[in-house]
């Protein structure tokens, strides 16, 4: 069956350090690839997403490229805010079973500290 | 703030009693789904709605009962629930487009507490 991995947390960095949260998927159709976010106390919110092979999804600064060779989506940030501390998940939705199920990654606690 | 509406915001209840969680989406999404989210964990899907009919029930035990009464409200009744059942209840919601997968709008989820 499908499944993502992301790399293990928590992750704390210094504010504008460099940022890259690695995930990587096991799908057997044409999976689309999400990053969501989640702020503490809140909902997930979409971050960013990627619908086929070698897409680059961008939001806010962050970014991941949809890599099918190497079966991955690394989210990347080049300057971390103390506002990006939260927890991220990575997911994937597989085309072959329509749009109707999330694989979510573990999800991996970023903390930023001033 | 998010598109996807869920009240109440925080629950407690007792294991006898009976009360309901409501989630509401004006994006004209026909797909609308239930998370349970434990502490430190990914989401797990519940249920799934889509064209106001369930197409998913994720084994879920029949303490918890969904209802989706038109295509902008979803309802998930609470009846004699376990300790165990304690968590953070996202509702989402979706586009539905054959051939090609659209993300989920996620609400910031009602807190729940069984005593």
């Known amino acids: 069956g499908d499944s993502v991995t992301q790399m293990e947390g928590p992750v704390t960095l210094s504010e504008e350090a460099f940022l890259t949260i690695n995930c990587t998927y096991t799908?057997?159709?044409?999976?689309?690839l999400f990053w969501y976010v989640q702020y503490p106390g809140e909902g997930l919110q979409l971050l960013l997403k990627?619908?086929?092979?070698?897409d680059k999804g961008s939001n806010k600064g962050f970014e991941a490229t949809y890599r099918k060779e190497t079966t991955s989506f690394h989210l990347e940030k080049g300057s971390v805010q103390v506002s990006d501390s939260a927890v991220y998940f990575c997911?994937?939705?597989?085309?072959?079973?329509?749009?109707?199920?999330?694989?979510f990654g573990t999800g991996t606690r970023l903390t930023i500290i001033p | 703030d998010t598109e996807v509406t869920q009240t109440p915001k925080h629950l407690v209840m007792g294991m006898t009693n009976k009360k309901s969680l409501k989630c509401e989406q004006h994006?004209?999404?026909?797909?609308m789904y239930w998370y349970k989210q434990k502490a430190k964990k990914p989401p797990e899907l519940m249920f799934v709605?889509?064209?106001?009919?369930?197409?998913i029930n994720e084994s879920v035990p029949s303490r918890f009962s969904p209802e989706c009464p038109n295509s902008s409200l979803l309802n998930l009744h609470l009846h004699a629930l376990q300790p165990e059942d304690s968590a953070l209840y996202l509702c989402?919601?979706?586009?539905?487009?054959?051939?090609?997968?659209?993300?989920?709008?996620f609400g910031d989820g009602t807190r729940l507490s069984i005593l």
């Open positions: 997911a994937l939705s597989d085309r072959d079973f329509g749009n109707e199920k999330l694989t």
């Open positions: 709605y889509s064209y106001e009919k369930l197409s």
């Open positions: 990627a619908t086929k092979a070698d």
């Open positions: 799908a057997t159709g044409y999976p689309s």
């Open positions: 994006m004209g999404h026909r797909a």
């Open positions: 989402a919601s979706s586009q539905v487009e054959i051939g090609a997968n659209q993300p989920q709008h």
